[in-house]
């Protein structure tokens, strides 16, 4: 499934549940508000109780709440209708942060960010639309892969759309230190298969041995002539077009382990955290792009848990 289909298969799996319906159906977007928990400002118990700190993946499903929501010019309240800077007000306020009422107001908040290339989900898109006047008149959320979430225009409702070309770009969010992965291990790692090569690679690369240790048991079982149904290669499962990008003989251990090493500090360094780097080593950098986190795939989902374990247990 390709990213616009994975994105259309999202959009209606939300919509079915939120989308807006007519005052004769089902009592139109209000009962729908009610039973998703949503109340006049749009906080839900879980957001209103937690206290938690925005992040990139808490304002992009934050936002998504929202979709099916009908624009209304002026709108600040989800169960009559939300306009551009309406909705945007309200998802980082939701989240703990406050910004100005007007979509030109917010253009002026927050950091700039140079360009599209360099936006990351939950960055404030901004563009002027209108011909009759100069300035900033319309605002979304971006979502990643050109995508942002927006209330668009009178007859329509809050949706995904693509981005386009954004005549500013503003970064709200608050810094956020990034979890590193662990020191690189100088252990032997006790009696797994390749340990001296995992020390190396974790050594040359700057990340954690175990870690090393635990994806080659997860995606092989250490078995350095392993190929899967879909195609992947080796002890470390590269699929042939990944391991020609990194230069890696997939079904050589060392040049294997080395690239792995190589591939899963870059992914640290993009994302900012071990949990994220497996989850894309997995699925895909992509796939965690547009979900701005871990994907909601039980596979994925369930590979970062089994990696994550067996890491500990091998230190």
Same mark, same amino acid.
């Given at each position: ?5 994975? %994105? +259309? ?45 925005a992040?990139?993946?808490?304002v ?5 709440? #929202? &979709? ?18 309406? #909705?945007? *007000? ?15 107001? $917010? ?5 700039? %960010? ?22 900033i ?5 971006? !979502? ?15 949706? !995904? $759309? ?16 990034p ?8 252990s032997? @790692? ?20 175990? @870690? ?12 350095? *002539? ?6 992947? $290669?080796?002890?470390? +499962? ?7 990008? &990194?230069g ?18 870059? @992914?640290?360094?993009q994302?900012?955290?071990?949990? @994220?780097? &497996? ?21 994925? $989902?369930?590979?970062?848990?089994? !990696? ?8």
């Open positions: 499934m390709d990213g616009v289909m994975q %994105v +259309q298969s999202r959009i209606s799996e939300i919509q079915s549940r939120f989308v807006y319906r007519t005052p004769a159906a089902s009592g139109g977007w209000a009962s729908a508000a009610a039973a998703a928990g949503l109340d006049g400002t749009g906080a839900t118990s879980a957001y209103a109780s937690s206290g938690a700190t992040s990139e993946g808490a992009v499903a934050e936002a998504q709440k #929202f &979709l099916g929501v009908p624009y209304l010019w002026g709108g600040t309240d989800p169960t009559k209708g939300l306009d551009c800077s309406g #909705f945007t *007000q309200l998802v980082f306020g939701n989240l703990g942060i406050d910004l100005p009422r007007t979509s030109s107001q $917010q253009a002026t908040t927050g950091k700039p %960010v140079a360009s599209l290339a360099e936006a990351r989900p939950g960055d404030l898109v901004f563009f002027d639309h209108s011909s009759s006047r100069a300035g008149d319309h605002v979304g959320i971006y !979502v990643g892969d050109g995508k942002m979430v927006a209330a668009p225009q009178p007859g329509e409702a809050v949706k !995904v $759309q693509d981005v386009g070309t954004p005549a500013v770009i503003r970064r709200v969010l608050p810094q956020q230190t979890t590193p992965m662990p020191a690189a291990s100088g032997a @790692l006790g009696g797994v298969p390749y340990a001296n090569l995992f020390t190396q690679a974790a050594n040359r690369h700057g990340v954690d041995a175990s @870690l090393l240790a635990a994806v080659a048991s997860q995606e092989s079982s250490f078995d350095s *002539q392993a190929v899967s149904p879909a195609g992947a $290669q080796g002890l470390m +499962q590269f699929m042939p077009a990944t391991a020609k990008g &990194l890696v003989n997939p079904l050589d251990p060392t040049s294997a382990i080395n690239g792995a090493a190589k591939y899963l500090s870059s @992914l640290t360094k994302f900012g955290s071990t949990e @994220l780097a &497996l989850a894309a080593y997995n699925a895909g950098p992509g796939t965690v792009s547009r979900y701005g986190g871990i994907p909601p795939y039980a596979e994925t $989902q369930n590979y970062v848990r089994a !990696v994550m374990t067996k890491a500990e247990a091998y230190r």
